[in-house]
């Protein structure tokens, strides 16, 4: 069955510094591979997508994400993050039955 | 915007009553889905609607009742709920077939009391 691990469940950086939030994935074809942002009480927005082609894939707010096959993840990046991206950033992987399987979710705060 | 629209955005409801939360997308998808956010806990799909026609229940208790009559509109009609049920539900439709990307609504924050 597919599955998503976002093995960090807190992470905090400093406002300009750089972000890295891991995503492994459990699937055994060519994934079609998500990451949605959460700001509290509000719904998923997404972020950015992988369905093929370059494996380095940019989203909008500044965020770009590389899929690695070998690695079976899907890391999300952002060179200098801003005070305003502090929220729950979920990886998700599409599957079987028309639906998508997310992991736990990871909490990004920024300090100033 | 996201082109899919959840009513009301809070509902405190008695565990005797009985109420509906609405989703409805203006995107020309055919597929809709409910998901539950509960504080400290993964996000779990409950239901799953392809052309009206529901293809999954994740083993969700029948004190929720999903109800789709057309492709734009899902309900989720609730009774005799339990206070562990209150949680964000978040409705998202995708066009269906393999492109399972999703847009969801803002969600509904229901409180059991």
């Known amino acids: 069955a597919q599955s998503v691990t976002q093995p960090d469940i807190h992470i905090t950086v400093s406002e300009g510094a750089s972000l890295e939030l891991r995503c492994n994935y459990s699937?055994?074809?060519?994934?079609?591979l998500f990451w949605y942002v959460q700001s509290p009480g509000q719904g998923l927005q997404l972020l950015l997508k992988?369905?093929?082609?370059?494996?380095l894939v940019q989203g909008i707010k500044g965020f770009e994400a590389e899929f690695k096959r070998s690695q079976s993840s899907f890391n999300l990046r952002k060179p200098s993050v801003h005070w305003s991206d502090a929220a729950e950033y979920f990886c998700?992987?599409?599957?079987?039955?028309?639906?998508?399987?997310f992991g736990a979710g990871t909490i990004l705060r920024v300090k100033s | 915007e996201t082109g899919v629209t959840q009513t009301p955005r809070h509902l405190v409801m008695g565990m005797t009553n009985k109420k509906s939360l609405k989703c409805e997308q203006h995107?020309?998808?055919?597929?809709m889905y409910w998901y539950k956010q509960s504080a400290k806990k993964p996000l779990e799909l409950m239901f799953v609607?392809?052309?009206?026609?529901?293809?999954e229940n994740n083993s969700v208790p029948s004190r929720f009742s999903p109800e789709c009559p057309n492709s734009s509109h899902l309900f989720l009609h609730l009774h005799t709920l339990q206070p562990e049920d209150s949680a964000l539900y978040l409705c998202?439709?995708?066009?269906?077939?393999?492109?399972?990307?999703?847009?969801f609504g803002q969600g509904t924050r229901l409180t059991v009391v």
């Open positions: 998700a992987v599409g599957a079987s039955g028309n639906k998508l399987v």
């Open positions: 992988y369905f093929s082609g370059d494996t």
């Open positions: 699937y055994g074809a060519t994934p079609y």
């Open positions: 995107l020309g998808h055919n597929a």
């Open positions: 609607y392809n052309f009206k026609e529901q293809t």
């Open positions: 998202a439709s995708s066009r269906g077939g393999t492109d399972t990307e999703a847009f």
